[in-house]
């Protein structure tokens, strides 16, 4: 696996479910090449996992700190892991 790949998971809280989250992240995703996963999570948050080039992972990472244009992100929580060589981009 190359040094450039990167693995961040990142929550987003606010008003993130209902409003194409989910399907908004994994177009932009797969547009710049990311690959891992995103789901609804019981207390109101969308988590994600993104894996790919840094700069793409970081791509990502700012629009799920914003949301597409009927979400409201109050906050978001970015962890750094270790790469898992994950291929595709899901939504769950």
Avoid: K, Y
């Amino acid at each position: 696996m190359s040094a450039d790949v990167i693995r961040r998971r990142v929550t987003s809280h606010g008003r993130v479910q209902g409003v194409f989250f989910r399907d908004s992240a994994r177009e932009r995703a797969r547009s710049h090449g990311v690959s891992g996963w995103i789901r609804n999570r019981p207390d109101g948050a969308v988590e994600a996992v993104l894996e790919g080039p840094s700069d793409a992972v970081e791509r990502v990472t700012r629009f799920l700190e914003t949301g597409p244009p009927n979400a409201h992100v109050e906050r978001t929580e970015v962890d750094d892991e270790e790469p898992e060589g994950l291929s595709g981009f899901e939504v769950r």
